[in-house]
């Protein structure tokens, strides 16, 4: 299963209510956690010790979307002011899988940082961080 | 009529459902012998102990307030088979019934019958072979007692665990109010093996539960269970209610994880080790189904240790 962008629905959960975003440019989540191995400097073990780091560090999402409605802008206002904990979601239309990240908090104030003539104007950028980010599989 | 603003700007609304009521699973009922000229059958909320006294003689009942309870609702029956009639419609009041020792032994063998009350029962003896059978019984539990202590013990151990308004508790070891005469280790054994729970009399600890249970499993575990399918139910009705989802696979991902958050709440108090939910859209309209798998809450009572000694 591959998360294809023009298969998925996207939007955030909010006290139990939904906001769909109708038009996101892309998903990009950074999760520094991860399993290193080290050994001792004589090297004379080839197992090594493996460890774990980047735990403390939460995960990323930025969601760049077009066109925010006066509505979601609210909402997004109101968590971002609150410090509201949210949901993130990110689901395949044909089979179910998705990809949450929940109890995630809005990082940035949402609003368009580019009044121009060119189409990057109609950005809106989001940035969530949580350290609950799951995916799953359905097919 | 006022009907022009409706008439210029009609409004609808959409307003999710509140969450459901769980108190009654911390509410029992104490079914007893009524005093002469109260009329049985008849279910009274009992705020205080005098209110019970003006019920019945039975002195079982007052062991619930001793224990924390503030109110409790209390049956006079002249049987046990109308039971069943008295307590129909009230399924949403209690959760549990404590049968007085008022009744034999050989009524709630012939003659109890709780109709559709899916909760639990519990009765009190001193014959530990009755109990053996009766705490086999699903939902059942089945507490040891003597003939000068009724079932007083009982109703202690159960208002210790329903008072607690915040927890479910399976009230380990906690001191009881009289000793019901198991003192050796042989009659504690006895009793465990049959899962009859009891309150076993130490000479330096005093007057301790011994064993807790119910139906073979852990006290709480129907109360978890039954507390946990309502949690989900209204967790589900107040997502359809207030986002009034589609019969797509994507809104039945999202209700699945509103699932998932209330079993994630219940791992996290540790009532239940783990579960999980899947919601699928298997029909072709309206329904959708849920498949939902816990582990079953238990209880630690007992270790068995082994010390090996080296040179």
């Known amino acids: 299963m591959i998360f294809k962008i023009y298969n998925c629905d996207f939007g955030i959960k909010v006290s139990g209510t939904n906001y769909n975003f109708d038009h996101v440019m892309e998903v990009q989540i950074e999760d520094p956690e991860k399993n290193r191995l080290t ?3 004589n090297a004379t073990n080839k197992t090594g010790l ?16 077009l066109n925010m409605s006066a509505e979601l802008k609210l909402v997004l206002d109101a968590a971002y002011d609150e410090q509201t904990r949210v949901d993130v979601y990110c689901i395949d239309r044909t089979d179910g899988s998705s990809k949450m990240a929940k109890n995630a908090v809005l990082c940035n104030r949402p609003q368009q940082l580019t009044v121009d003539e060119s189409t990057e104007s109609m950005n ?5 961080e949580t350290f609950e980010s799951t995916e799953q599989h359905k097919s | 009529m006022n009907i022009l603003l409706d008439y210029f700007f009609p409004i609808s609304s959409i307003n999710p459902t509140p969450a459901a009521s769980t108190a009654f699973l911390k509410q029992v009922l104490a079914v007893v012998a009524p005093k002469d000229a109260v009329p049985p059958g008849t279910i009274t909320l009992c705020t205080s102990q005098s209110g019970v006294a003006a019920l019945t003689d039975n002195l079982d009942v007052q062991q619930l307030f001793s224990a924390g309870m503030s109110r409790v609702y209390v049956l006079p029956l002249d049987g046990l088979d109308d039971l069943a009639a008295a307590i129909e419609g009230h399924e949403s009041d209690f959760f549990t019934v404590l049968i007085s020792s008022d009744f034999a032994d050989a009524d709630v063998t012939g003659d109890l019958d709780a109709g559709d009350f899916t909760g639990v029962i519990g009765v009190a ?4 072979t009755y109990l053996g059978l009766q705490a086999a019984i699903e939902n059942r539990a089945a507490f040891h007692s003597t003939s000068g202590n009724k079932a007083k013990n009982m109703f202690y151990a159960f208002g210790k665990m329903l008072s607690n308004a915040l927890s479910w508790g399976n009230q380990q070891y906690i001191t009881m109010p009289l000793a019901d005469d198991v003192s050796t280790l042989g009659d504690c054994n006895a009793l465990f093996d049959d899962k009859v729970s009891f309150v076993l009399d130490d000479s330096e600890f005093g007057k301790r539960l011994g064993l807790f249970a119910c139906g073979g499993k852990a006290i709480v575990a129907p109360y978890i269970k039954r507390n946990l399918e309502l949690d989900m139910q209204s967790a589900a009705l ?5 986002n009034q989802p589609a019969y797509t696979k994507v809104q039945a991902a999202l209700l699945e994880d509103e699932l998932q958050k209330v079993i994630a709440l219940y791992v996290s108090r540790q009532w239940i080790e783990q579960g999980t939910v899947e919601v699928l859209l298997e029909q072709e309209n309206f329904i959708a189904s849920g498949y939902i798998n816990i582990s079953e809450p238990k209880a630690l009572w007992r270790i068995f240790g082994e010390i090996r000694q080296t040179l």
């Open chain 1, 124 to 128: 809106v950028s989001m940035e969530f």
């Open chain 1, 39 to 41: 050994r001792g400097s």
């Open chain 2, 238 to 242: 107040t997502y359809v209610s207030g």
């Open chain 2, 125 to 128: 003896s001193t014959d530990d």
């Open chain 1, 50 to 65: 493996v460890y774990k780091e980047g735990l403390k560090e939460p995960k990323k999402w930025s969601i760049p979307i």
